[in-house]
């Protein structure tokens, strides 16, 4: 029989399921010495957030087929060691939906009503009916920033209440706003319309306080933040500075930049509402996750596909093996024509070029959609799921094949269409399985991608190069490579910079004044 190691406190429902098709111990708070010696036994794996599985205790894991992460992020588990090994890894990427998007909803009408310190007020034998008039939701404007899965819930309940609902999400079509009864509008018109600004966001460098001061300054004197997602996602300090000024009516946080919430002025106000990161923490959602998970793992032992895999599932390790490099070149391109386009992205063309053309297009075509998305979703797109993703967000998804050899015996050329344009990039892989971008807008190039990008469209004219590398040097920012595609003299041209430092704020609006300059597009990859 199987065994199954149960690493984190799991409902007792996940236990039984495992139970019907594998010896199941449960082991909590081993410490990682302890997890190498044992985990060659097990074939597989189910955890929480507490067990941090390392690439040492993935390499002695010998006999492991599936790990199974019981809620949503997957960053306490090295997953491409699990890759390399040929082992799935699967999460619960809705489990906690419901639980997540009803307390966003509870917090909105907790803040409306005051009904945290009236509660306290009576306990303490006061009868203040007076000092908490409350506000209705009734035809009051909820701007939902993020409509994914939970800010999606929570628009759909908050329309049958009677709001109005605004949303920000670039990687949303109009579409599917459209279907959920949400006006699409820029981040400062949501800001400025408000009554309601609820989160539903991953904490990433463009989201990491996205409500500051300036932001703050553009809310209704009535507007009530309200924040389920991801600490840090607002700047603490201007919140509480907007707050005590009467620049907004009050807030209501679930999670903050750090946890435990330690020393913070946030206490100090009765409109603000407080609470310790409960947005999962309900009965259904930890039986859910418990569920979802072990469902995956009994499968998969029975031979059957997981449903949720964050790699990709039902390829063997030699295959696995062959096609990784591939995988990996098309979620770079994908993450890169993403973020190259900008936007709403409504169609994404993927092309697979030269001895490329004769390859299974499915497992490509999927690592380009996860590129595409791993900007706005994170940890929460994988293989399995970023073709639903693509769809939910209304992107049309074109697969085609092209025999011709190019430069290259192969590459793949991707390219996404969207509300600012279109752009394209093409890649290949070197002998060595390095990646080379070889073109971008149709402009020849040859550059390794890194961790900090700049391109420019340009005119093709003296000067324009040494003008660009002196603005960066007067801001500190270093060259690391540098090189310029064009198809004439004299033409249009881009130019790719590899940087070793991000560009600090307001650089990229200098650099776009630059003469010649037609534009510019930071990336991150």
């Not at 997957?74 to 390399?84: S, W, Y």
């Not at 409504?346 to 030269?354: F, H």
């Amino acid at each position: 029989m199987a065994k199954v190691l149960v690493s984190d406190p799991i409902d007792q429902v996940g236990i039984d399921i495992l139970s019907q098709v594998a010896q199941v111990d449960v082991k909590t708070g081993l410490p990682p010495e302890e997890l190498v010696k044992i985990i060659p036994e097990y074939d597989a794996m189910m955890l929480r957030s507490g067990t941090r599985v390392t690439k040492d205790i993935i390499a002695a894991a010998t006999n492991l087929k599936i790990i199974g992460r019981a809620g949503v992020g997957v960053d306490n588990i090295d997953v491409p060691a699990a890759t390399r090994q040929g082992i799935v890894v699967v999460n619960s990427p809705e489990g906690n939906t419901i639980a997540a998007a009803e307390h966003a909803l509870a917090m909105i009408l907790s803040l409306s009503r005051h009904i945290p310190e009236a509660n306290q007020s009576v306990k303490n034998e006061q009868w203040e009916r007076k000092r908490f008039v409350g506000a209705e939701v009734y035809k009051k404007t909820l701007g939902v920033v993020g409509l994914g899965k939970i800010g999606s819930h929570v628009a759909n309940v908050a329309k049958s209440m009677g709001m109005k609902l605004l949303a920000y999400d670039p990687f949303i079509s109009k579409e599917r706003a459209d279907q959920l009864g949400c006006t699409l509008v820029d981040i400062d018109l949501l800001f400025a319309e408000s009554d309601y600004i609820t989160l539903h966001i991953p904490k990433t460098p463009e989201t990491t306080h996205l409500i500051n001061k300036e932001a703050l300054s553009k809310m209704k004197p009535n507007a009530r933040i309200i924040n389920c997602a991801r600490g840090g996602t607002i700047d603490e300090d201007a919140l509480v500075e907007a707050i005590a000024a009467g620049k907004i009516a009050g807030a209501a946080l679930d999670v903050f930049e750090e946890e435990p919430l330690g020393e913070s002025k946030l206490r100090d106000y009765e409109n603000i509402i407080l609470t310790p990161h409960l947005g999962a923490s309900t009965a259904e959602a930890q039986v859910n996750v418990a569920v979802d998970v072990a469902e995956q793992i009994r499968d998969v032992l029975l031979g059957l596909p997981a449903r949720s895999a964050v790699n990709i599932p039902g390829l063997t390790p030699d295959v696995m093996e062959k096609m990784r490099p591939y995988l990996q070149l098309a979620e770079t391109l994908g993450n890169l024509v993403g973020q190259l386009a900008g936007g709403r992205i409504e169609r994404l063309t993927v092309r697979l070029q030269g001895e490329l053309a004769s390859t299974k297009g499915q497992p490509i075509v999927v690592a380009s959609i996860k590129g595409l998305l791993s900007q706005a979703l994170r940890e929460r797109v994988n293989y399995v799921n970023a073709a639903i993703e693509a769809k939910e967000r209304g992107i049309r998804i074109i697969e085609t094949h092209d025999a011709s050899i190019r430069d290259y015996s192969d590459s793949l050329h991707l390219a996404a269409q969207g509300s600012l344009g279109e752009h394209s990039v093409t890649g290949a892989l070197l002998s060595d399985g390095e990646i080379r971008i070889t073109d971008v807008d149709g402009f020849p190039i040859n550059v390794p991608p890194s961790n900090y990008m700049l391109f420019t469209v340009h005119r093709d004219m003296p000067g324009i190069i040494g003008k660009i590398g002196s603005l960066l040097g007067s801001f500190n920012v270093n060259i690391a490579s540098m090189q310029v595609g064009r198809k004439i003299v004299r033409g249009d041209a881009v130019m790719a910079l590899s940087l070793d430092d991000p560009l600090p704020e307001g650089l990229l609006s200098e650099i776009t004044k630059v003469s010649g300059i037609r534009d510019a597009y930071t990336v991150k990859l």
